[in-house]
Structure formats: C-alpha cells, structure tokens
C-alpha cells in the first residue's frame, strides 16, 4: 500500500521564505509604532520641559566708567551694546560696552531737579520751575555694531509751568493722548498738570493747552508721590499712610486712605509701580516686599494687600520689570535677585560680579539685560529668562491676579492690552474635558451596550446584518459635521423646547420600560404572530409619538412649570443658560461616541462559544440567567475595552466640543453651561502662539496631558482586560 504524503510535511522553501518576510514586516511594523509613541512623547516633553527650566544671568567683563558726580538717571540698550547715564548736574554719559568708549555732553538748561520715572523717562525741572519729561531712545545702528543714544529736549515752548509753586515731590508720565505731571506743593496742594498731544488739545487757538486739577493733601506731609501711565490715579505717601488720589472731571478726589502696616508691622521704605500700574510693589525695612492692588469688596475698590516676598538680606534696590509681572532686587550682601509676582516664584539668585557699593542699576526694555554700576565699573548681566510666568502654582493652584476680588482658577491667554498678564491655570480646561466626556459617557455607554447587548444576543442573524453595519457606518461620518449640526441646528431646538427634552430625558427610558411591560401582558396568542427579531419596531413608534407630544406640548409645559419662560426661571435660581452648553454636547458626541462602544462590545458578546449559552439552558438557566451570569461575564473583558475606548474617543473629541460649546473655560457642573476642552484649547490657539513662548510651549504641555492620560488608561483598561479575561476563561 502507498504511503500518503501529506502537504504539511513536506518542506515548502517558498513557504517558509513567506511566513519568515511577513513575520518579519509585522514585527517591523509593531516597533515602528512603538518606536512612534516613544518619539512622539520625547519630542512632546522636549518642547514642554524649558518651561520649568531655571533661569540663568551671565555677568561680561566689567568696563571702566569715570564718573564722579551722583548718577539720578542710567538705562541700557536691548542689544546690551551702548549705556548710558545722566548725573544730577545734568551730564549725559554714554558708554559703549563692547569697546569702552566714553563720550559726555552737557544738557543746555539750567537744571533745579532731574528724576527717573518708570525705569526709562527722565523728569527734568529747570531753575524756572518749568517741567518737561523726557524719553531717551536708543537707535540700532546696523553698520556700527551698536546703539546710538537720541536724547531731545521739547521747545522751550513746550515745557510746563509750575507758575512759582516750591515742589517738595513732583513725579510724570506719558501716553498717546498727552503728559501728566503730579506734584506736591509747598502749601500741601496736590497738583495734577494735563499737558495734551496736539490732536488733543483743550484749545486748538493755544499751542500748549494745560489743565490743572487741585486737591488739599490729605496728610500731613508727604514722602513718596507716583502717577499711574493713565493719569488716572495719584498715590501719596507719609510714612506708613497712603493716599489713593482720582482724577476726578474738574478736581483731584481722595478716593481712600490707606495703612499700610495692616498686614506688617514693619515701616516702609519705598514704593514702586509694577508694570501696568494695577499693582503697588511697598517695600518695608525687615526686608519684605508686599503687593498691593484694588479688589472691589461692596461694590467699591479698596487698596489690598495681596502676597508678600521675603528677602535674606536688606533691599539696595528695586526695579520692576518691562511689560511682565516680576520685579529684580539688589540685595545688601551682593545678589540679584529675580520675584515673579503672579506665580510667586524666585526666578533666579545671581551673584554680582563684584563687592563694591552698586551706585546705579538698569535693566533693558526687553528685560533680557542688567547694567550694574559698581565702583568705577560697569557690569552686563545677559538674562536668559524666558517663561517666568510659568509655575506648578500657576499651572494648577488658585491665582490671586490683579483686580480679581478672590484668587481663583483662570485660563485667558490674549487680550486687546499690551499690559494684559497671561493667565495659564490648566485646571478649567482640564475640568472641561472631563465634563465633556462624563456627560457625554453618560448618554452613549448606556445606550451603546444595551443596543450591544440586544443585537449579539437576542436579535435575529437577518435583521442583525443590517443593523450592525448601519450603526459601525456611523462612525464614518465626519466629526466636523456633527459638531456643526449640533452647534447650529441642535443647539436651538434644545434651547426652543428646552422643557420638552428636559422631560424627555426623565420619561422616555420609563416610557421604554412600561412598553415593554405592556407587550409582555398581552397574550401570546398575539404577540406570536410578529416574526422573532422584528420586536424592536413595536418600540419605535411608541417613542416616536412621545418625542412628538413632548416637543408639541413643550410650550403648555413652560407656561405651567416655568412661569412662561425656563431660561429666566432658570437665571431666577441661580442656575445660567447658555445655548451651546454640556447638555448639547452630551448628546452629540455621545453620538459620535456610541458605535465605537457598540461595535467592540457587540463583537465580544457576539463571540462568546455558543456551548456556554447553551449548556446553561440545558442546566435549566433561564435565558436571562445565562445572559447575566454566562455571557456577559465572559464578555465583560471586551465590553470594559469598549467603555475604554469609547472613553479615549470622548476626551480626545476637538471639532464637536469647538463648535458646539461656548469655548468658555469655568469649573461649573452646570449641564445648561459651556465649557473647554484641552484639545479645543490646543486647535484654536496654536495657530495664534507664537513659537518658543510660554503659550507655545504650554499648549504642547496640554498635548503631553492628553498623551499621558490616553496611555494610562488605555494600559489600565489593558490590565483590567487581563484580569477579566483570566478570571472568566474558566466558563
């Protein structure tokens, strides 16, 4: 007899040359993904990181500077080529860093007072008790290498008159519409001087037209005088008492008197604006500085003392910061010390380069350069200080900011102002997300797994062929457009029946239920006649009908339950409506979440062995029993993967949560109220950050978030799938 040689004994090289090429491309293709996520997550962390990096001051090598008179005004250029310093009498110096050079030239006035206004203008008052204020420039020569100083005096005609009054304090400042001067006088008058721009002169017959608004000091003596850039406020100083001055129509207004020992027992000795004068920087001799702003308790705004910042060794001096919300400090025993005020973070501690008394100190416009006069020489410090902003404080902790009655949680990343501070706390838009996926998890996991549940299990193979391919297509339709019908066509019809879906909501699964109930009473000898599989459509009508009477009675509702309008009735309690709000959301990208949950869930219960179902009815389990007790247990691993998925999709979700919510970033459960989302942050601000910024790279952090979160739970759904599957392999 012949022996049979079997195919798959026999060696196949083609074969095995196959099996080996795609063994090998699959095996490529897992590490390149893998390879992928590992690149993905070290590129994402690389752009974040330099937010949290610390920054650093490099000091050059000192240059020589021969000056023997007291500097009262020095500034520095962005380019940290060219200084420049004015001496009491009223001799400009100019140095140029790079080579030393020195060139000085004298102002052609008769000088009474010069003063440092704002780190960079120069207050000049001539021995005619004239005023001018003064703005040094520096002009970037290209061919030179260097800065060039531009230092004009005004005509004599522009110059203003103090019409004889002795000033005992006199302070200014500048902005489109025109110069502000306030001063003190010695008769204990405040004085405030309006010196407009030509375009908005009081008078355009006069060539200067001045307004002056008086008050009666209100303290006894006067130390310290600043004047906000709005010309708006006048802060008087005595001692421990501050006066907040406002420029009222026709006089100057004592809007309150402040004691600024309240929350230290400590004298002060000196005040400094911080930039954009919403902000008082109060420093006090037990070496503190506090920051004061307005907060408005009953309706009106009262000077407060917000944070403090506590210094090893007593203050040389204080400068606050160009267009940033941080202040640098020379210490007594030799430091430069950066304080970011919003994030209330130490940004750097920097040795000076030498021991000497420092007899000026300025900082560039750009606040990337330090000039240091100590001794006879001069010092450039390069600060490389980029996101001083940024803390883990700021980022996720309660920020007290500036005219905000209460510390609370803010993300708000642009405005019209260039004095605007940004705020970057993560937590409303990390809320947000997490508010938009629970509602709509909410709505789409219920819905998703019974609908599973029923077509794997109970429906008919004919009518399941049509139903499953029906529901996995609409997971092809685009996200984009369900956002848009939501937000467009949706969101105004929730809004018009708003107490019709509310009812729905509460109803129609009870109204499912006693469906259900009622065909389960009927006798058999009708309900048999509807062929098996074809029961679902005795419930569509059934909802069909109760959407229909909802929506046509919704206004007879409104009247009877909500005093003819919800919206109000609503407001009434306490409780905001918004048309584009997490009800609307719910739905909608509960939508687009359900065939995700609903096809995974539905192939795991689908594929459970027939002989566990079976042999449970055999043992005399009813088909229930061995729904509960057989088939989901043993399904329950795929239906966790489900939820999990479906939960990934939800959280990740961008177009629907963009275009059907407000985009508002607040921590409210309210269902009738927007909110925003970490991806939605991510696709409409990216295109409006500017690259290597805090924004930029705090946004790449949220990418990183989203990374992170996904991974996780999807390696814990893994691991809970395990264990699932473990325990339920036995059945």
Known sequence: MATANFSLQTKDRKRLIKDRLVRWIVSFGGLSVLA??????????????????????????????????????????????????????GAVVEQSLVSGQQTTRQLPISISMLKTINNDQLLIVDSDQRLALVQPKFKWQSEKGQSDLELELPGRADWVPTHGS???LVTATSNAHGTAFAMVDSSGLVHLIWQPTSSDALDSSDSIAVQTLSTLAPLDSADEI????????????????????????????????????????????????????????VEYD????????????????????????????????????????????????????????????????????????????????????????????????????????????????????ESYPEPEFVWQTTAASD?????????????????????????????????????????????????????????????????????????PIVETHLPAVLLLLLTLPTICLLAGVVWYILPRQYTSKLPSGLHPFTLIPVIIVAMYLAMTYSTDMEVLFFNGDARVFLAQHGIDFDQRNALVVGFAMGFAVIPTIFTIAEDAIFS?????????????????????YVVLLTASPGIFSAVMMGLGRAVGETMIVLMATGNTPILDWNIF???????????????????GGSHYRLLFLIALILFSFTFVVNSLAEWVRQRLREKYSAL
């Open 226 to 281: 600043l004047l906000t850039p709005d010309a708006q406020t006048v802060y008087v100083r005595s001692g421990n008492e501050l006066a907040v001055i406002n420029r009222g129509a026709e006089h100057l207004v004592v809007r309150e008197l402040v004691d600024l020992t309240a929350m230290n027992s400590a004298n002060v000795t000196g005040l400094k604006l911080l930039s954009g004068a919403h902000s008082l920087l």
């Open 419 to 491: 004095e605007f501070e940004g705020k970057y706390s993560l937590v409303p838009i990390a809320f947000g997300t997490i508010k938009a996926a629970m509602f709509a998890m909410l709505f789409a996991v219920p819905i998703a797994v019974f609908g599973a549940i029923y077509t794997a299990y109970f429906m008919s193979s004919t009518m399941r062929k049509v139903v499953k391919p029906t529901i996995e297509l609409m997971e092809a339709l685009p996200t984009v457009i369900i956002g848009f019908l939501a937000g467009l066509w949706f969101a």
């Open 166 to 168: 002795f000033m005992s």
């Open 36 to 89: 992928s996520l590992i690149f993905i997550f070290v590129y994402l962390a690389y752009v974040t990181f330099p937010l949290f990096s610390d920054a650093k001051v490099t000091w050059s090598q000192g240059v020589e500077l021969s000056i023997d008179k007291p500097i009262v005004y020095s500034v520095v250029d962005d380019h940290g080529t060219r200084a420049a310093f004015v001496t009491s009498e």
């Open 286 to 401: 037990n070496q503190q500085v506090w920051q004061w702003f307005d907060v408005v308790k009953q309706d009106a705004r009262h000077l407060t003392a917000i944070r403090s910042f506590d210094f090893d060794a007593p203050l040389n001096a204080l400068l606050p910061e160009n267009l940033t919300k941080g202040f640098i400090t020379v210490l007594a025993d030799g430091s430069m010390q950066n304080n970011y005020t919003t994030s209330e973070r130490v940004v750097f501690t920097s040795s000076l380069p030498s021991k000497d008394p420092v007899s000026a100190f300025a900082l560039s416009h750009n606040n990337q350069n330090a000039l240091v006069l100590s001794g006879h020489t001069t010092y450039l410090g390069h600060i490389d200080n980029p996101h001083p902003e940024i803390s883990l404080s700021a980022l996720f902790g309660k920020v007290w900011y």
């Open 673 to 691: 109220e927007g909110m925003r989302t970490l991806s939605a942050t991510m696709a409409v601000e990216l295109p409006e950050s500017e690259v």
């Open 608 to 628: 459970v062995p027939k002989h566990l179902s079976d042999g449970s009815l055999a043992l005399g389990a009813t088909q229930w029993q061995t729904l509960v």
